[in-house]
């Protein structure tokens, strides 16, 4: 069974930074890719940032230059650095990861429960 258990959610104010963690235990073989979605109430969850095994990280146009994802294969735990926060990024945050659990396994996505980003004065 594999889990995704996020941290460093909360409330902060515009400019303010916040940094999430999401940390992949259980039966993991190999990851290949991990990232960060977000779903404000009324809309669509939207990617926010993802980073593969090798490779350069994707981000949405509205984060890129403010948010940083990294990813520490090791510990199998991605992270979003957020800065220059601002009310419109108000939103559940979830973690992402798809990996395979066995040398022979399909890869398979998994989700964390989400940890709620509020930035408000």
């Known amino acids: 069974q594999v889990q995704l258990v996020e941290s460093g959610g909360g409330l902060v104010q515009p400019g303010g930074s916040l940094r999430l963690s999401c940390a992949a235990s259980g039966t993991i073989f190999s990851i290949n890719a991990m990232g960060w979605y977000r779903q404000a109430p009324g809309k669509q969850r939207e990617l926010v940032a993802a980073?593969?095994?090798?490779?350069?990280?994707n981000y949405t146009d509205s984060v890129r230059g403010r948010f940083t994802i990294s990813r520490d294969n090791a510990k199998n735990t991605v992270y979003l650095q957020m800065n220059s926060l601002k009310p419109e990024d108000t939103a559940v945050y979830y973690c992402?990861?798809?990996?395979?659990?066995?040398?022979?396994?399909?890869?398979?996505?998994?989700w964390g429960q989400g940890t709620q980003v509020t930035v408000s004065s």
């Open positions: 992402n990861a798809a990996l395979i659990v066995a040398e022979a396994a399909p890869l398979d996505v998994y």
């Open positions: 980073t593969m095994k090798r490779g350069r990280p």
